[in-house]
């Protein structure tokens, strides 16, 4: 998969610079573990996803490559050379803050210019790279105001072209979308992902927005509690989630789980059988993933009792009460009303078995 | 295997880079502050009377034994609480009311907060300076001619023991009533607005407003208020000793002035140290059980 | 809090109560610069003239007269100016650690700074005098400048802290990344953030100094003379020429009433600041 994304991305001259390798890291804060023994290795020009809900260790992780945070245990390579202890500066890596961070004295040009001002580039050189920069993104006109005259959008580009003015080996890039409304996150969502493409940077990037790592991502880590749980292409890690946690937290709406025992070629969930195209010898406690895409409304299946249709137009959430489970559709042909009773299955192909103590996919 | 290197790295730089910073100020405290409180506390266990220089030595804990029968110790210490009590019930009540009032006003906030800004400023010295010649002079002073025309007659303000007392409980209260009530103000000003609304809609009058709203919410700044005044109150100095000098006899001797003279009227070092030593473990103790009260209010 | 509908007895008294707050406060003051205009043959007459012919010559005697405060003023800008000086070049980098950076015994530090606030000026001056006299520190604007920074230090550092723990701490995150280094950030991205905190604090270490007169009697002399001290001689050398007193007094605080009238703003930040958060939350 690694490979698959290298030729996925980076530019030719960039292809070298920016592989970076995380192992066996521990962080400790007093008696709390927020990180167990996490191994990671992101390829040059990757677009790498750091998914997880809040308190799983990703922004933990993400503040570890920047080296804001120092680690209990293991170690931090960049391009072969260990920077466990190498303080944020002498790095070369550039972050976008979630609340940007721009230093409200300076103008947007001096805010972008700073990190070069830092090293002593000369004066001259600083603006032309500023001008060029702010261009990329899309913010010239806007050099001599200072960040509290710029709006949401305008200071997400701000921060950005500070990251990229100098031009490093890793970017890293913590929900840089989240105070964005919705329709321009849609939009910058796309701007930033054809200008890493473009700039074929190494890009780290943190969200609990599932939907952001799919679009954005060449691959994800999914973060729970601590751990690494799945590292996969958005493919790999929506088409076979490793964990029961990473069924439930991918997807929108996330994988129905419904408790069951696999015996013989089916699951039997509340004395309904299911086909589930693969075979258990003795009977076996498991958890039954089904993605509400693949639920069907068909003769014989699981009784269900419709609670809730969400019609969003095109497609269409519904709400099952099934088995004493909430279980949820989505289709794009409506066929039931809230209140009908029907029966619900699904292709024994699109069954997903998880054990169910261990949560291990099987 | 990189614990011991990274503590090496990241964190050991921003406490090299932290104790650069605050350790010129910490030796300076330890030079200016902890080293004389030392030699105070040795001071004070000794005679030492540049009155009478060859009696000097050391005595033990002789000027703490001497102040129990010292009847002019006592006095003070007494004044010391009718003082500090007084000035800080009287600046938190008049502060708070004065808050309270100026909200209801809907022009000349401003002007009032400029007024208030006056007296803070000055220097309690002159302060004093101000109402023993100007504000309460018999005859000619203002708080006279108002007497005088009220028919209350006149009276020698700052000469008869119990009227020296009130007004220089007076002089403290009208300098520093603005603390609190700018402060207060402040904070009045950040109660959300809707709080109110929603209680008139639940029909509280205005009183119960005050006492089940604006009170509880308040609490903390007036805690903190009462704090900060009390420790004015207790180094209270140049005010009083402007315009008393701590008379007439010791009727405004608080046991900061006390302290002042013994030491440097009658230069008695050794004693005035040792009193200095009583003013501050009062502070101290004051000043603990203030904030473990704040502190147990949160 | 606007009430909707004022009461009859309301709508009288609070302007009334307001106004009278408003005249206890200020008219003294008044007073006093008013007096300071008047002959003092006019001071004493009964009952007091609103009308008189104004006069500069109190003014002319106190600046140029044989008890000149002009020395006096001089001695006041030297302590004060020296001693916010110093001040705030030492709180300033303390309060930033204090706030920002972990180190050790950082707990037992602060509340080392917000102790020795504690100790009362009367039980300082005492052993200041004895080792002064012994080294001749008597009557030098080092040992005034030294001592008044006891007053001013601890509360300036306590009253930084609260300023700097406004600045978010991705300022210096993106300071550190962005290759500042640790001074660099503090340089580049943190201190100009508090500039309005460094403000407030400089004015109020200014107002305390020069206002000072506990340390300055004391340790002062002929030489080291702030106008505090100058006005209590002043006063107990000529009891009845409230005249001239007033005129001097007016001058001694000009300056400290024109900072209060134009930086009011500023002064109420600091003391709602320094009550809401520097009073000492360890």
Known sequence: MSADATTRTGRPGNASRGSIRLEGIVKRHGATTVLHDVDLAIEPGEFFVLLGPSGSGKTTTLRILAGLESVSAGSVTMDGEDVTTTPPGERDVAMVFQSYALYPHMSVAANIGFPLRMVKVPAAEVARAVEAVATKVGIQHLLARTP???????????????????????????EPLSNLDAKLRLETRLELHSLQRNLGVTTVYVTHDQEEAMTLADRIAVFMDGRIVQVG?????????????????????????????????????????????????????????????????????????????????????????????????????????????????????????????????? | MATGAAARSFEAQERRFALTLVAPALVLLLVTTTAPLVYLLWTSLHRLDLGMPWLSGFAGLGNYAKMGSDPRFWNSLGLTAIYTISTVVAQVVLGLGVALLVLQIPKGQGLLRVAAILPIVLAPVVVGLFWRTLVLSPDVGLVDLVTRTLG??????????????????????????????????????????????????????????????????????????????????????????????????????????????????????????????????????????????????? | MIVAKPHPIRAIAVPVLTGAALAIWAFPVLWALLTSFKTERDVLAYPPSLIFTPTLANYHDVLFGAT??????????????????????????????????RYPAKRASGFYVLATQMLPPVGLIIPYYLVLQRVGGLDTYFGLILIDLTLTLPFAIWLMVSYFEDVPLEMEEAALLDRAGRFG???????????????????????????????????????????????????????????????????????VILIGLFAQRHIVKGLTVGAVKGGGRR
């Not at chain 2, 207790?234 to 402007?242: D, P, Q, T």
Request: net charge positive; glycine share 8%; with cysteine.
């Open chain 3, 185 to 255: 950030a503090l340089w580049h991205v943190i201190l100009p953030q508090v500039r309005g905190g460094i403000a407030v604090t400089t004015i109020f270490v200014f107002l305390n100094t020069w206002n000072e007169f506990l340390f300055a009697v004391v340790i002062g002399g002929n030489r080291v003379r702030p106008v505090t001290v100058a006005m209590f001689n002043f006063m107990s050398v000529e009891q009845t020429q409230w005249a001239r007193l007033a005129a001097g007094a007016t001058l001694a605080m000009l300056p």
């Open chain 2, 152 to 298: 209350l007659g006149s009276h020698n303000w700052l000469g008869d023991p119990q009227l020296a007392l009130i007004s220089v409980i007076a002089i403290h209260t009208w300098q520093w009533t603005p603390f609190a009530f700018l402060v207060l103000l402040a904070s009045l000003a950040t109660l959300p607005p809707d709080i109110y609304e929603a209680a008139r809609l639940d029909r509280a009058g205005a009183w119960q407003r005050f006492r089940h709203i604006t009170l509880p919410l308040l609490r903390p700044a007036i805690v903190v208020v009462v704090i900060l005044r009390m420790m004015t109150a207790l180094s209270a100095f140049a005010a009083i000793f402007a315009a008393t000098g701590g008379g007439p006899g010791s009727a405004t001797e608080i046991l900061n002035l006390y302290a002042y003279r013994t030491s440097f009227s009658e230069l008695n070092l050794g004693y005035g140290a040792s009193l200095a030593v009583v003013l501050m473990a009062i502070t101290l103790a004051i000043s603990y059980v203030m904030f473990r009260l704040r502190r147990s209010r949160r």
């Open chain 3, 68 to 101: 000149s405060i002009v020395p006096n003023l001089w001695s006041s800008v030297i302590v004060a100016v020296g001693a916010t000086f110093f001040t705030v070049v030492f709180a300033v980098p303390a309060a930033y650690a204090l706030a920002r950076l």
């Open chain 1, 233 to 362: 292409t958005p493919r790999e890690v929506f088409a076979t989630p490793q964990t029961r946690a990473v069924a439930g937290f991918i997807g929108t709406p996330p994988m129905n789980l419904l408790e069951g025992v696999w015996q013989g070629d089916t699951v039997t969930v509340a004395g309904h059988a299911f086909p589930v195209g693969a075979h258990a010898a003795a009977p076996r406690d498991v958890t039954l993933g089904v993605r509400p895409g693949d639920v069907r409304v068909a003769d014989g299946g699981l009784p269900a009792h419709v609670e809730r249709v969400e019609d969003l137009g095109d497609t269409a959430v519904l709400s099952y009460r099934a088995a004493g489970a909430l279980v949820k559709q989505k289709t794009d042909r409506t066929v039931v009303r809230d209140g009908d009773d029907v029966t619900l299955g699904f292709a024994p192909g699109s069954a997903h078995l998880f054990d169910r103590t261990t949560g291990a996919r099987l």
């Open chain 1, 148 to 174: 509290g005259q710029l709006s949401g959008g305008q200071q997400q580009r701000c921060a950005l072209a500070r990251a990229i003015v100098r031009e490093p080996r890793l970017f890293l890039l913590d």
